[in-house]
């Protein structure tokens, strides 16, 4: 049976700077790509209809995909394959769903077996409830950092890993022009829980187990590494599956969570070890 197996770095052969300048550099870069899309648009990111209002249409037809949206002079933001062969369900940017669904009742190939729309301010509540979801976990978890080790420079370390695995991934996206939905801040809500599960795992190895270092930071990473290396693979076949299947949201949520889970790799293994072996060799607690 295939096993995987975590690779011994020496660290003793990178200064703490070496480590910590490549996660800095990723998340200044993913900072000033959010500041942009901010500077453009008004907005941090690319929001969906979920947050920015638009309409839908639940329809039955023979057409393809891509010959669906292209019956509609509205733009489309997506076409989903449901639950039956020809159902599909298709997402405007307009909220006005009275004109979509009578474009739609033109064409003989389409039959309509139902609509909605999200208006803006609808949207607005929602993104202003998404925002204090996220504000209100962040913190939480800033909190329990702080409370379980008590001591400033690892906790910051924790904090500043979680914030920067939830930033790359929403300037990835901008990037590639993708939309958050509410779907997708659920997905970056479980990156804050994959990123404290990791980077706890790594500080209380180092902190308040026994053995040197590196001789604790290698058993951290035989646990750590596997576990988020088994989670990118999951949220991988996930992502291609729903992305072959029509299902964007699926698709969309996981490719937030590769990125996010690759990055809290580079955050944990190369941001946090710097700080605590600066911490335990170099800072207060020397």
Known sequence: ???FEVPEVDYSQYSNRQLVAVPLAILLVALLIIGG?????????NLGVDFSGGSELTVETSLSQADLASEFDEPVVS????????????????ANVDAV???AETHESISVLGSGETSAIFGDENKKWAIIGLAIAFLGMSI??????RTFIPSLAIVVSAF?????PIAVFNLLGLK??????????MLIGYSVDSDILLTNHVLRRSGGFYESTYRAMQTGVTMTVTSIA??????????????????????????GLTTDLINTYMFNVSLLRWYKYEGVAR
């Open 1 to 3: 049976m295939p096993q």
């Open 37 to 45: 899309m901010w500077v453009l648009t008004g907005s941090p990111a």
């Open 79 to 94: 076409v989903q394959g449901i639950e039956g062969r020809n159902n599909y369900v298709v997402t405007f940017e307009t």
């Open 101 to 103: 669904r009578a474009t």
């Open 144 to 149: 329990l950092a702080f409370a379980l080790f």
């Open 164 to 168: 920067s695995d939830m930033i790359v």
């Open 180 to 189: 958050l939905s509410l779907g997708t801040v659920a997905a970056l809500l």
């Open 234 to 259: 999951a949220m991988a076949v996930m992502g291609i599956s729903a992305s072959f299947f029509g299902i964007d949201l699926m698709a969309s949520i996981g490719l937030i969570l590769v990125i």
